[in-house]
């Protein structure tokens, strides 16, 4: 071989791939810590011990924020039941639990990231945790939404009011485990012949009851991608229609009561539409949806206020809804007044009216790291509307005088033409009897 020839070769040194994996590894875990997102927390110390119930799982714990809490550890059993029953679909269980672990193990960094909170428990328990609740959701929406798979006499399924309490566990933003865990497990676990559903299409039949709102709506919102299972449920309350702007940056309006609007000549009317966000106003008229309240509202509703709260990219569409709603019916009698328009729905939980619902609600948001005011547009329009001074002095002569029945336009009107005819002929006949006499 000639210089001139060794000069023009390239010399190629191959790395054995084990010498990389310390290099890919810390890459790939700069990439997650970069895109993952702090989306489960625990609720801030500042919520008054009466309040905090609505924040606690009381039957199953899920995720690592209440692992291993005594009260909840009567469902564990269950737990390891449904996961057992969702390997053993397929004769050869240790290669299933073999194919979940690794496909967990994998995972594990990323998951950790989720949580607001350094998880102090080792890499083997944390794994052991995700792939036993992960294993046991699965298997609770399958066994929902498939009954042949239901084993006879199973308690979570025939006793009452147990699978109620478990949905409701399962929204709370403490006892969550990150979505894709879910998702990447259902893809591994034998699932039972023939079926062809999605998770997101399990998640929703099971939660469906739950959410107040038109559920064609929430079907196809359940198909978005979401950070856990709250999150899922948070896409079904989020508004359909554009937003109205407020043409004054940092407008910090809000809205009158309903008797006050209904004084300055605002209609209060409940909108076709079902879906919660999807509050409109337009030539004197505030459409609101109907919210069905039933005796876990206020609990999802705490849980996605808290959620909006997460150092996550979250907007702030229900806690906007509940100082709205809080302005709206600051008193009882606001509140009956949203009930005969049929806007509140159910509301028979408890003695409490609904105005005290929004009250307690709004007291779990903070209106100055409220930063985006949703309707701050829509509440714009409204207050110039009752400005306009002609509308208010016409409501003010519609009002009823205190004490007096207010009479019909019709009667009136009938009244004053009445009265004129009768002036028409007394000075026809004065006229004709003038005539007569001279």
């Not at 016409?394 to 009479?407: D, F, T, V, Y």
């Amino acid at each position: 071989m000639d210089n001139t020839e060794a000069a023009n070769q390239v010399r190629i040194d191959i790395t054995p791939a084990k010498a990389n994996e310390a290099l890919v590894s810390s890459i790939k875990a700069k990439m997650e810590r970069v895109v993952s997102a702090l989306c489960i927390d625990r609720v801030g110390v500042a919520v008054p011990q009466e309040h905090k119930d609505f924040y606690i799982p009381d039957k199953v714990s899920i995720g690592p924020l209440h692992y291993g809490e005594g009260p909840l550890k009567a469902m564990e059993e269950h737990k390891w039941r449904y996961l057992y029953a969702l390997l053993n679909r397929k004769p050869d269980i240790e290669a299933s639990l073999d194919a979940c672990v690794k496909a967990l193990k994998g995972l594990e960094h990323k998951a950790r990231l989720c949580y607001v909170e350094n998880i102090n428990i080792s890499s083997d328990e944390f794994v052991k945790m995700m792939l036993l609740d992960g294993g046991f959701i699965i298997e609770l929406f399958l066994r929902h939404a498939v009954k042949v798979l239901r084993r006879r006499n199973d308690p979570l399924f025939s006793t009452p009011g147990s699978l109620s309490d478990l949905r409701r566990d399962m929204m709370l933003l403490e006892n969550q485990i990150p979505f894709f865990i879910l998702q990447r497990l259902f893809e591994i676990v034998p699932l039972p012949e023939k079926f062809n559903q999605s998770l997101t299409s399990l998640a929703f039949q099971f939660f469906r009851n739950m959410i107040p709102g038109d559920r064609t709506i929430h079907r196809e919102r359940f198909s978005l991608d979401g950070n856990h299972l709250l999150d899922l449920i948070r896409h079904c309350f989020l508004p359909t229609i554009p937003r109205v702007k407020a043409s004054e940056a940092n407008a910090t309006q809000r809205l009158e009561s309903a008797k006050m609007l209904k004084e300055a000549g605002v209609l209060i009317k409940k909108s076709k539409t079902e879906n919660l966000l999807d509050m409109k106003f337009a030539h004197g008229v505030l459409e609101i949806p109907p919210i069905r309240v039933h005796q876990h509202t206020e609990s999802l509703l705490r849980n996605l206020i808290a959620f909006e709260q997460c150092p996550c990219d979250n907007t702030q569409h229900i806690s906007s809804y509940v100082i709205l709603m809080k302005s709206l019916i600051p008193t009882r009698k606001d509140a009956k007044s949203l009930k005969r328009r049929q806007i509140l729905i159910n509301y028979d939980v408890d003695e409490n009216d609904g105005s005290r619902l929004f009250d307690r609600l709004s007291k779990g948001v903070n209106e100055g790291d409220l930063k985006d005011f949703c309707f701050d547009g829509l509440c714009e329009q409204v207050m110039k509307y009752k400005k306009t001074g002609w509308r208010r002095v016409l409501s003010k002569k519609k009002k009823r005088p205190q004490g007096k029945a207010a009479l019909p336009e019709t009667k009136i009107l009938g009244i004053a033409i009445l009265l004129l005819v009768i002036t028409s002929v007394g000075t026809l006949f004065s006229v004709l009897s003038f005539f007569l006499h001279h």
